[in-house]
Each structure stands twice: as structure tokens, then as C-alpha cells.
């Protein structure tokens, strides 16, 4: 990724991120107390208390270890979690500081505190999540071979970025995007006149709370108008780490409740990308006339003139508008699910519902 400029996604976060999939308690930052603060807010939306160990000048002199000891007896003493991360970050990595052994001389009776072993500079952000993970299950936090199938699955990631992604352009400037009307009145002219409109969701974590939306604006559109439709999505609730499998749950749930039939379910919430040649398989069953792809577009390999993509990222936007792809940006969207248990409403969604009186 050496020959990629424009920012991307810190392993730290994705430590960050990847403990609170397995359901920690507490996440101690060792480090300044700005280190990640971005990330910080909303993870503690997600329910996850995030707190640091606020390294000042002295500490990168004389060793941060006081500084951590007192922040994780603090935590200890307010929060009575049972289980506590400590993530290393750019500066405790620099001086060399021994996140194990300071965390072996505070007593922190039953509750399990581990270290996760990450810094900022590592090449790509998968690493952070992957060392995450190793710690985890070194920590009896997860099974083994959960760390080993996530490895694989981060890996495989890792190269769709580099292949098709954010990852394989030099610099990308974030994009603006297109207004939604005319994607919605496409997907809209398509069911009127009896055609076949299929929505495949590869989505990401927490945000297919808010693409998972789709299904039931088309499905209610073509309910109103005609057509037919195929709805397959990354929602198997019996894979992925814990917190993952729950979105899924949530997500089938609603979307039960309201009516909306699935017909494809295709791997996990982490299997974004190793899922597409199956996707694309099932949806080609179907044979549509339009197929609008939402979360990680580029992780469906039929993408062509036939298909509207809905992303979150403006860059990736950016990456699809150059490749001359119909695709819309949900701007903002990973800091309304935060937190989430039920599905959140996404402006292409509500579009197609106010284009269709619905």
C-alpha cells in the first residue's frame, strides 16, 4: 500500500473496533489522550467504554507504565468489567513499553485484561484487527479457530481493497454524490413496466443496519407498482464474531416484521470478501434487469451497466463515478448506526418510498 496517499483506515481503530466484536468490556488506549479520539466517541455509543492512558511528555522519557497502571486500576474500580484491552498505540510502541508486564503488576482480581500489540504505522489497517484477534483468543476470548477463519477472511479483504478498492488507487478525492432521485426513478421505471429488479447487500458490520433499508423500500415499491424482485444478502447470523452474528439477527428480524422476504442468504457479515462469485451466481438466476449492489460494491464481480451502487465511503464513490458506474453516496452513515439495533432508515430508501407515495 506504499503507493497509496490519500488516508486510509488506522490498525489501531481496527483494534479498536475488532475487540469490541468480541465483546469487551473496556478498551484501554496506551497513549496520548487524543490517540484515536475520532473513533473513541462513537465506540462508546456501541456500549464499549473507552478510556486511555494519557501518556504525557515524561512518559515518553520515562516510560508510560505508571500512567497505564493508574488507568487500568481506574477502570477497574468504576466499571467492574470483566474483561479489559489494552491497546498499544504509535507512542507506547516507540519507547518500548511492555503492555504485558505492566498489566501483570496491577491486581485486577477475576477480571481478564490482555494486551493487544498495535501501532499506527503497520502497512495495512487489517493487521491491527488480526493482532486484535490473536490476542483475543490467546486471552480464551474467542476460539482458536474464529481467529483463524477472521485471518483468512481480513486477508482476502486486504486484497480486494488492493485489486478493486480504495487501496488500488494512488490518491482518490472524496466525492460528492449524485442526488438519489434518479437512480430511485431508474429502479422505479423498472418494476412499472414488469421487470426484475434484484438488491444484493455485501455489507460491513454495523453498517447493514442501514443498507439492509433497501429491502423493503423495493420490496414495497414493487408491491405497489409490479414487477418482480431478488433480495440476497451477507446476513448468515450463525458466523462471525459475537457481536456480528447479533446485527444479523436484528437485521432478519425487521426486516421479517416487515413483510420483506429474503431469497439468498450468503455468508457472514466478515465474509464480504470471499461472498461475491456466490452472490453473483444466485442473482444471475434471477436474471435482472437492474441490480442495485449496496455496502461493499466492488465485492460483487457481475458490477456493470445494469447496476446502481450504494456506498457509504465518498472516496470509494469517487473510485466507482471514475469507473463510470451509476452510484450514489449514504454520506455520514457509520455515525447513525452506531449503537443500533434495528435497521436505520438510508436516503436512497426513503427516496424510492416518497417517489412512490409509500
Not at 413483510?259 to 444466485?282: F, N, P, Q, S, T
Not at 465485492?299 to 469507473?323: F, H, M, S
Amino acid at each position: 500500500m506504499s503507493g497509496v496517499f490519500h488516508p486510509r483506515p488506522n490498525p489501531i481503530v481496527a483494534a479498536m473496533y475488532t475487540a469490541r466484536d468480541m465483546n469487551v468490556d473496556v478498551i484501554v488506549m496506551h497513549g496520548p489522550a487524543g490517540c484515536s479520539f475520532m473513533a473513541s466517541r462513537p465506540l462508546e455509543n456501541a456500549g464499549v467504554r473507552v478510556v486511555t492512558s494519557s501518556m504525557k511528555d515524561n512518559d515518553l522519557i520515562f516510560g508510560g507504565g505508571p500512567s497505564l497502571e493508574k488507568a487500568l486500576k481506574e477502570s477497574k474500580e468504576r466499571f467492574s468489567p470483566k474483561t479489559i484491552a489494552v491497546i498499544g498505540t504509535c507512542a507506547s510502541t516507540i519507547i518500548g513499553d511492555d503492555i504485558k508486564a505492566i498489566i501483570g503488576r496491577v491486581d485486577l482480581g477475576d477480571t481478564n485484561c490482555f494486551a493487544i500489540d498495535c501501532h499506527g504505522c503497520m502497512d495495512n489497517n487489517t493487521e491491527g484487527a488480526i493482532r486484535a484477534l490473536r490476542a483475543g483468543a490467546n486471552a480464551g476470548i474467542i476460539p482458536k479457530e474464529e481467529y483463524e477463519r477472521q485471518t483468512k477472511l481480513l486477508k482476502a479483504a486486504t486484497s480486494l481493497e488492493k485489486s478493486k478498492g480504495m487501496a488500488g488507487r494512488t490518491y482518490l478525492s472524496p466525492a460528492q454524490s449524485p442526488t438519489k432521485l434518479a437512480v430511485c426513478k431508474k429502479i422505479s421505471e423498472v418494476l412499472a413496466k414488469g421487470g426484475k429488479v434484484a438488491v444484493v447487500m455485501i455489507a460491513k458490520k454495523e453498517l447493514a443496519y442501514r443498507f439492509a433499508d433497501m429491502f423493503e423500500a423495493v420490496d414495497s415499491s414493487c408491491k405497489k407498482l409490479g414487477g418482480s424482485t431478488f433480495f440476497a444478502a451477507n446476513l448468515d447470523k450463525n458466523k462471525g464474531l459475537p457481536r456480528i452474528r447479533g446485527y444479523c439477527e436484528d437485521i432478519l428480524r425487521d426486516l421479517d416484521n416487515a413483510g420483506v422476504k429474503m431469497d439468498a442468504i450468503i455468508g457472514g457479515l466478515d465474509e464480504y470478501a470471499v461472498i461475491g462469485e456466490e452472490m453473483a451466481k444466485a442473482v444471475k438466476g434471477f436474471g435482472p434487469d437492474l441490480t442495485v449492489v449496496l455496502g461493499i460494491c466492488h465485492g460483487y464481480p457481475a458490477l456493470d451497466e445494469n447496476c446502481i451502487l450504494v456506498t457509504d465511503q465518498p472516496r470509494e464513490l469517487k473510485n466507482y463515478l471514475d469507473q463510470g458506474f451509476s452510484a450514489v453516496g449514504e454520506a455520514g452513515s457509520h455515525g447513525m448506526v452506531m449503537g443500533a439495533h434495528s435497521i436505520v432508515n438510508l436516503e436512497t430508501a426513503q427516496t424510492l418510498r416518497e417517489l412512490n407515495g409509500l
